[in-house]
């Protein structure tokens, strides 16, 4: 398809209980050369090409408020034209209507996202078993992906399902330079940062950096508050914090070999991640725990955290790193990362005690929930077509991506694997396009 892989793979989603139990229980995060647009750019030079050729005609700037659905077969879809809008990449255009829309259809894909930027949407249907909904989260995804188009769809009559499945990190951090409204991030972290409760309590497996992203959120939200911190050094930040999104890796996005060679191999943090040490309000840098401590209450305007807790905890975490018989299940984790090659080169780094000052600076980051993936949502069949709440296909109508859960409305089920959503947006995809076909005959 001309989309090309970086040739080291990710170890996420690790898993951190027993061995049946959920994970990977082997590195599978492929990352893309190019990142996000350079794996849209191969399709979407496809369809710019059909537009040159009069086979596709793009309608932005239309807003679908209605979905008809005549006797099982979708006829008509209906909306709002807005005005014309000029703003830069993610800042929120104009919704001032100037006119009306109204199509007949033969067939109808949906592929508008899932709920992700609809906190409101997301607390209402917030799983029980995840404990109390965070009385505060940062948003992860674009304002587009506020489920707009799902519910108009439920409306319609089309089936939704498996509404509180959905897959929210816990490592969100504010962002200094947004691109779009309360555009935050995520940090994807390799295994050696402390991880404590916002009480200062240390976490315990499988609730380790990079493990198991779900339990982790369990946890959390069982303590009564919605954040924690992790404590690391500045050994640990340079080589195992990678920040999610295409803009927090030029070298990779823009297939700069030169500067992926500077970025990641050399012995200093990246560039966008070195802005967020010094502009980032969520994180705190010391010479001294004691200090740190100090900020991290600071940062919270109160007094959880007692430095002589989390000292004993990493004293004794730090303990055990001098231990070749580790009894800590997190160092034992570390060891066995750096088994993997990939991970020893670029991603986890050399167990070292945080409290020798052989490691740098001291550093503690508050993590936030952040909203990001629905794993429920529009009910398909294999061939892409979207389920009637009386669990009958819908002829004409369709549904792939997010919007369907990542295909089918529960695919995952109550977990995921990290990996995997891509995988699912793009097979999806194919069962429409090969669904419209098929019964097209």
């Not at 659905?69 to 929120?92: F, T």
């Not at 104009?94 to 997301?122: C, M, P, W």
């Not at 980032?280 to 200090?291: H, I, N, P, S």
């Not at 061939?383 to 695919?411: C, H, K, M, T, V």
Request: glycine share 10%; hydrophobic share 35%.
């Amino acid at each position: 398809m001309g989309v090309k892989l970086t040739p080291i793979l990710g170890w996420a989603e690790r898993g951190g209980a027993s061995a049946p139990g959920h994970g990977n229980s082997v590195p599978r995060f492929h990352i893309t050369w190019g990142t996000g647009p350079g794996l849209v750019e191969p399709f979407s030079n496809y369809v710019l090409q059909q537009e040159q050729e009069g086979r596709v005609t793009f309608l932005p700037r239309h807003q679908v408020t209605s979905i008809d659905i005549e006797d099982n077969q979708v006829r008509h879809i209906s909306g709002n034209i807005l005005e014309d809008s000029d703003v830069e990449r993610g800042a929120p255009s104009s919704r001032q209507v100037i006119d009306k829309f109204s199509y007949n259809v033969e067939h109808l894909v949906i592929t508008s996202g899932g709920i992700g930027a609809n906190i409101e949407l997301i607390k209402k249907y917030w799983p029980k078993r995840l404990g109390q909904a965070p009385e505060h989260m940062i948003q992860g995804v674009p304002d587009s992906t506020d489920g707009r188009l799902i519910g108009i769809s439920e409306n319609a009559g089309v089936n939704i399902v498996n509404k509180d499945r959905m897959w929210h990190y816990t490592e969100g951090i504010k962002n200094h330079s947004p691109i779009w409204t309360q555009h935050e991030i995520r940090i994807i972290p390799g295994p050696s940062s402390m991880w404590f409760d916002a009480e200062g309590h240390r976490m315990s497996a499988p609730d380790y950096p990079g493990f198991d992203t779900l339990h982790t959120l369990e946890t959390i939200m069982k303590t009564g508050y919605d954040y924690s911190w992790f404590i690391l050094t500045e050994d640990i930040i340079k080589k195992e914090f990678v920040l999610s999104g295409s803009e927090q890796n030029p070298d990779l996005t823009n297939k700069d070999i030169q500067l992926l060679i500077k970025e990641r191999l050399s012995k200093q943090a990246t560039s966008p991640l070195n802005a967020f040490m010094e502009k980032g309000e969520d994180f705190v840098v010391a010479d001294d725990l004691g200090t740190l401590v100090k900020k991290m209450n600071e940062l919270v305007d109160g007094d959880l955290l007692k430095y002589e807790d989390i000292k004993a905890e990493i004293k004794s975490r730090d303990l055990q790193i001098t231990n070749s018989f580790s009894k800590d299940p997190q160092v034992a984790f570390i060891h066995n990362a750096r088994q993997f090659l990939g991970d020893k080169i670029v991603r986890t780094a050399k167990p070292k005690p945080f409290l020798s000052n052989q490691s740098g600076k001291l550093i503690a980051v508050k993590l936030n929930i952040i909203s990001r993936k629905t794993l429920g949502g529009i009910q398909t069949d294999l061939d892409g077509r979207a389920i009637n709440q009386q669990r009958e296909p819908i002829q004409g109508l369709y549904a792939a991506g997010e919007a369907s859960g990542f295909g089918g409305g529960g695919l995952h089920g109550y977990r995921a694997l990290e990996g995997t959503f891509l995988g699912g947006c793009i097979f999806s995809d194919i069962r429409a396009a090969e669904g419209i076909d098929k019964h097209n005959l």
